[in-house]
């Protein structure tokens, strides 16, 4: 189930981020993420002209594309746009490119199942903007432990590997519903599963919601909370996906209950500095998490900083 988070326009306005680019080029309405073509360039053009100085993004405002923005800023790509769109968007003009052996940049991260379909690279990051490893936090409303403690204990205990949300991302990939995708994770990792419910009270259809952003890895972790939640706690679940500002700001004003999405220390940290004294960081449910500008591995470039050239 899904519903919107009624979220007071006026915050939002210092949350949302519009990010078009170092170049500061306007964003065109609907921008193209085709592969650009290369079979008639020659071949000393530089990568940025044969990409048109385009890097595939993600949604506008989301941790991911704050932070590249940042980095090519960093780096001085000053002729280079950051093109907004979705996961959805990113993950297809990928896979056309790939298909196709054209070059591409995309915002990338792990864990995320176009590893495991595509051969991919993360350019190198000599000046380390994009930051280490990091992690996925749990963040819930204040009070939650007070009111629903037996979704706050499950919810602080909640923890699993990188290769437990692909497995998920990756049926969800092959067809399955996200919902069906999650009951099966449950129901072949029982051991696990038993752990971040043992010893908690079963409620009474008690209601929570649970917002979360479209993209794959966020979408497998959500609904396996929603599935633990719902048929190993009593409770009734709506999930409300959101962007990632929104996200941010519904569990800090109390619209929804918490998220299992918040990526630190790094890529969110902008949403955390700005929220942090309204919410609860429950810490990590998954580490080993990593963000950067990612390439088909047949792309003959290894850094960033090839893209000054």
Known sequence: MKKTIKVILAIM?????????????????????TPPQTSTKAASTSVGEILDYKIIGIDAGSGSMLKTAEVMTHYGLDNWQLVEGSDAAMTAALTQAYAEKQPIIITGWTPHWMFKKMDLKYLE?????????????????????????????????????????EAVMVQILDGEKPADAASEWVKNNEEKVG????????????????AYVAWDSEIASTHVVEHVLEKRLGYEVELSQVQTGPMWAGVAIGDVDGMVAAWLPSTDVSYLKKFGGQIEDLGPNLDGTKIGLVVPAYMDITSIEDLKN
């Open 13 to 33: 306005l210092g949350a949302s981020v519009w990010v078009t680019g170092c170049s500061q080029q306007e964003a065109s309405p609907t921008p193209s993420v």
């Open 195 to 210: 752990k971040w419910v043992e010893g908690i009270q079963p409620v009474n259809k008690e209601k929570l919601t649970i």
């Open 125 to 165: 990051d000599p000046k380390n903007g994009f930051g280490g490893a990091e992690q996925i936090h749990t963040i819930v409303r204040k009070g939650l432990k007070q009111e629903h403690p037996a979704a706050y204990q499950f919810l602080d205990a909640f923890h699993w590997e990188p290769t437990d949300m």
